[in-house]
C-alpha cells in the first residue's frame, strides 16, 4: 500500500531557482508525486498523512560533496589502533546525527562506510544517502599513507596489508597495475566513484603540501577503470602542477585545489571540471605537530583567491566539509555552510549546498547508488526535503542551528524530525 504526505501552505525553494512559490507538495512512497499553487486534490489517495506547513520554507536536503562518515568521527588514533567494530558504532550513531543537521545526502571521500551504506538503505540505521568512494588509493608516501615508519613497501613485502588496508581505510597502490586493481575492487565494493589521493595533504605523515603524487598514466588508469564502470575519479590535490596532471589524465572532480594558479583555475573551466572546495578556517581542524598546522594555515590562506578566481571563470563549484579525525567538531558541519557567505549570496549557497551538489553526484552514472533527482524540489525527484522556520533566502544563518529551526526532516518520504 502506499504511503502519501501532503505538505500543504509552504514557501518552497525548488534547489535552482532563486523566485520561491507558496503551494503544496504531494509525496508519494519515497519520490515527489505533485507540486502546485493549487490545492492538491486527495480524492482516491489512500493512507495519507496531511501536514500544514505554515507557511514555512521548505527546500531540498543538504548536500555535502565532501564528507568522511567514517574518518570524521574517529580520532587518527581509532583508525591505526581501535577495535573496528567500535570506529564503525562511532559512525553510525554520527550517520543519525549527520541525517539530524539536516544533510539527506553525502558523498564519501574515502573510508570504510560500504557496511553502513547498507544498514543504512535497509532501514537498520537512520542516516543520509551516502555515495560511497570506498578506500582511498595512495602511493607508497602519499596523503593517504598511514603506515607506521618500520613497516616494509612493496614490492619488497607484496602480500602483506596494514591495519588501515584490511580495515578498507586505504590502499597503497604503485604502478599501473596495481592502481588499477584498487580502482576495480572499489568498484567491485560498490564504489559510486573513485578516489586518488594525486598531492600532498596537511594531515599527512610523510609528503609535503606541494607533493606531486601518482604519474600521470597510474592516474589515467584508475580514470579508465572508472570509465569502463560508468562513473568518474575525484582526487585529493592543491598545488597547479598536480591539479593539472589529474586533469590530462581525465579527472572529472578536483578536491580542495585552495593553492591554485589563474592559468589552472582557466584549465579547469574550460575543461569543465568540477572545484569541491571547503571554506577552511584555522579553527576547523587542529593537527598534533607544528609541521602539520602550519600546512593548514598555509591551506587557509589560499581559499580566498581561490573563490575569487572561481567565481572570475565561472567555475562548477560544489561545497563539502572534509572534516577529517575530529569528532568535537563534527556537530559543526552546518557552520561551515554559514562561511561561504564571504564569497556568495544566499541564493548562491542555498543552490550550491543542494541543486549543484547534486549534479556532482550525478556524475556517477550508472554506479550511482540512488538513480533519480536529488537536490530539488519538482515531481518526480526524491522526496529528501526539510521545512524550516524563517525565510532561509533572507537569513542563511537559520541553516546554522538545525536543532531549533528545521521544523520536519524527511528522506525519502520518512520523516525523521517532526515539529509540525
Request: aromatic letters at 8%.
Amino acid at each position: 500500500m502506499d504511503n502519501s504526505i501532503l505538505i500543504n501552505n509552504v514557501q518552497i525553494f525548488d534547489g535552482s531557482n532563486e523566485q520561491t512559490s507558496r503551494g503544496n507538495v504531494l509525496v508519494v512512497n519515497s519520490r515527489i508525486k505533485a507540486v502546485s499553487e493549487n490545492p492538491i486534490p486527495t480524492d482516491g489517495i489512500s493512507n495519507l498523512t496531511i501536514l500544514d506547513g505554515k507557511g514555512k520554507f521548505l527546500m531540498p536536503g543538504l548536500i555535502d560533496a565532501h564528507w568522511h562518515a567514517y574518518m570524521s568521527c574517529n580520532t587518527m588514533m581509532d583508525l591505526l589502533t581501535a577495535d573496528t567494530a567500535y570506529t564503525q558504532f562511532k559512525a553510525g550513531q554520527e550517520a543519525q546525527a549527520t541525517l539530524l543537521r539536516g544533510f539527506t545526502a553525502i558523498r564519501d571521500a574515502g573510508g570504510p562506510v560500504f557496511g553502513l551504506k547498507r544498514a543504512i538503505d535497509e532501514g537498520i540505521l537512520s542516516g543520509p544517502r551516502i555515495y560511497p568512494s570506498g578506500s582511498l588509493i595512495s602511493q607508497t608516501g602519499g596523503h593517504g599513507d598511514f603506515r607506521a615508519v618500520y613497516d616494509e613497501p612493496r614490492p619488497f613485502d607484496c602480500c602483506g596489508l596494514t591495519h588501515t588496508e584490511e580495515i578498507g581505510a586505504a590502499l597503497i597502490a604503485d604502478g599501473i597495475d596495481a592502481v588499477t586493481v584498487a580502482a576495480r575492487n572499489n568498484l567491485r565494493l560498490g564504489a559510486s566513484q573513485i578516489k586518488l589521493m594525486t598531492g600532498g595533504g596537511v594531515a599527512s605523515l610523510y609528503d609535503r603540501l606541494e607533493d606531486t603524487q601518482f604519474f600521470e598514466e597510474e592516474i589515467h588508469a584508475a580514470v579508465k577503470a572508472a570509465e569502463d564502470a560508468g562513473t568518474y575519479v575525484m582526487v585529493h590535490v592543491y598545488v597547479p602542477r598536480a591539479i593539472q596532471r589529474a586533469i590530462r589524465a581525465g579527472v572529472k572532480s578536483i578536491e580542495h585545489g585552495h593553492l591554485i594558479d589563474e592559468p589552472t583555475m582557466q584549465l579547469i573551466a574550460e575543461k569543465e571540471i568540477w572545484l569541491s572546495m571547503q571554506p577552511f578556517t584555522l579553527g576547523d581542524n587542529q593537527f598534533p605537530t607544528k609541521e602539520q598546522q602550519e600546512k593548514h594555515a598555509l591551506v587557509v590562506q589560499g581559499t580566498d583567491q581561490t573563490y575569487q578566481l572561481a567565481k572570475k571563470y565561472n567555475v562548477k563549484l560544489a561545497w563539502g566539509t572534509d572534516l577529517l579525525f575530529n569528532p568535537a567538531n563534527t556537530k559543526n558541519q552546518n557552520q561551515g555552510i554559514l562561511k561561504l557567505r564571504q564569497w556568495f549570496s544566499n541564493f548562491e549557497i542555498l543552490k550550491m549546498v543542494t541543486h549543484d551538489n547534486a549534479e556532482l553526484l550525478a556524475l556517477s552514472g550508472a554506479r550511482n547508488p540512488y538513480p533519480g533527482k536529488l537536490g530539488v524540489i519538482e515531481e518526480d525527484a526524491w522526496a529528501d526535503l526539510i521545512l524550516v522556520d524563517g525565510d532561509v533566502l533572507k537569513d542563511i544563518t537559520l541553516l546554522g542551528n538545525p536543532e531549533k529551526n528545521f521544523i520536519m526532516i524527511m528522506k525519502g518520504g520518512e520523516i525523521y524530525k517532526n515539529r509540525v
